[in-house]
Each structure stands twice: as C-alpha cells, then as structure tokens.
Antibody, heavy 120, light 108 residues
C-alpha cells in the first residue's frame, strides 16, 4: 500500500525556523513527484511546489518562491518543507501528496497533514 | 496563472438525488483536470483525473466530463458519505498547479 506519513503538529513563534517531513512507503520513492499543498484555516487548497526525489528537480509556485524550501532525501524516502523565518500568516495545514504517474501532475495519495501554528 | 472557478459555492442536495458541480478554467486546460473530495478533518482524496477517469476504488456514481474550459463532476445518487467539499485542479500549465475554490455539498 502506498502511504505518506507526515510529521506531527508544530507550534512556533514568528521568526523561528521549521522543517516538516513526509515519509513515503510502499513504492519506489525516488521515481514519483511529491507535492506540498497549503490549506489555510477554513480555506481552499494551494500548491506550494513539487519535487522529484530522484534528482531533486523542484518547481515552486510563483507565490511561494523564496518563501519556503522543498527538499528530499531519497535514501530515507522523505521529503521536506522548510521555513527560515515563520510568519503568523504561515499558520495552516500542510499536506504532502504523490503524483501517481502519467502526463501532468495530480495527487494520489495524500499524507494526513501537518498543522503548523505560528503565534507569539 | 490559470484561475479555476467553481460553482456553486454551496450545493444543498437530498440523499439519493443527483448533484452537478461545475468548474471553469480561465483558459483552456484541455483534459488536464482532476477532482478531489475533502471531508472535515481529513486530507483530500483523488476522485477523477484526465477530466473523466475515475481513480482506483472510486464508486461509479462519480463521473467527470468536459474539456477546454468547462468541466462537470456529477454524483448520480448522493450517499451520506458524499457530503463534503469538492475541488477541481488543473495541471495543463504549471507551475503553478491551481485549484478551484471548492464546492461544499451539504444535506438539504
């Protein structure tokens, strides 16, 4: 069974750094794109960016470029999303999700989500 | 950036009835469109990709249609477990991959 398991909820202060993770299992992690999606409280879905763990090819959505860093370590089947200086507006649920293959990028399955709360 | 617009924002339907959800793209996305279902407190789940191909394990009462800029998700006979928020997502031009704002299907 293909599974993505994300790290646990985080509570941080503005200005702090953070790295959350997403570990894949049940498939060849290096060979499938992984995406990160933000969902702010009570709002819709926004794609942050995607990474191909095999060669770390990363594509960011323009509105998130420079705000976050996506990385992956294929040796431990884990993708990461990190911030160097959090803001209150980064408070959201963050999902990772795998593209199952084929032309284009859609997501299946999704991780369970990591809730990030940034508050002073 | 391609903007995806979903309508209506909220759809009130009785169990057993048909639900029709719409998704419009600001420019053609060909058939490069996916639909997701999200229940409260859960991650989204893929329903449809390629505008009309059901994902593995998705019941046949879910169907997708359309191409270009106009798309429809139809739930032929709503079951209690289908009350949720539904999102469309285009993947024709990316980055960025873009989602619609969602349609909430609620019990009438």
């Amino acid at each position: 069974e293909v599974q993505l398991v994300q790290s646990g909820a985080e509570v941080k202060k503005p200005g702090e750094s953070l790295k959350i993770s997403c570990q894949g299992s049940g498939y060849s992690f290096a060979n499938y794109w992984i995406g990160w999606v933000r969902q702010m409280p009570g709002k819709g879905l926004e794609c942050i960016g995607i990474i191909y763990p095999g060669d770390s090819d990363t594509r960011y959505s323009p509105s998130f470029q420079g705000q976050v860093t996506i990385s992956a370590d294929k040796s431990i089947s884990t993708a990461y999303l990190q911030w160097s200086s959090l803001k209150a507006s980064d408070t959201a649920m963050y999902y990772c999700a795998r593209h199952p293959g084929g032309t284009g990028v859609w997501f299946d399955p999704w991780g369970q989500g990591t809730l990030v709360t940034v508050s002073s | 950036e391609i903007v995806m617009t979903q309508s209506p924002v909220t759809l009130s339907v009785s169990p057993g009835e048909r639900a029709t959800l719409s998704c419009r793209a600001s420019q053609s996305v060909s058939s490069n469109l996916a639909w997701y279902q999200q229940k409260p407190g859960q991650a989204p789940r893929l329903l449809i990709y390629g505008a009309s191909t059901r994902a593995t394990g998705i019941p046949a009462r879910f169907s997708g249609s359309g191409s270009g800029t106009e798309f429809t998700l139809t739930i032929s006979s709503l079951q209690s477990e289908d009350f949720a928020v539904y999102y469309c997502q285009q993947y024709n031009n990316w980055p960025p991959l873009t989602f619609g704002g969602g349609t909430k299907v609620e019990i009438k």
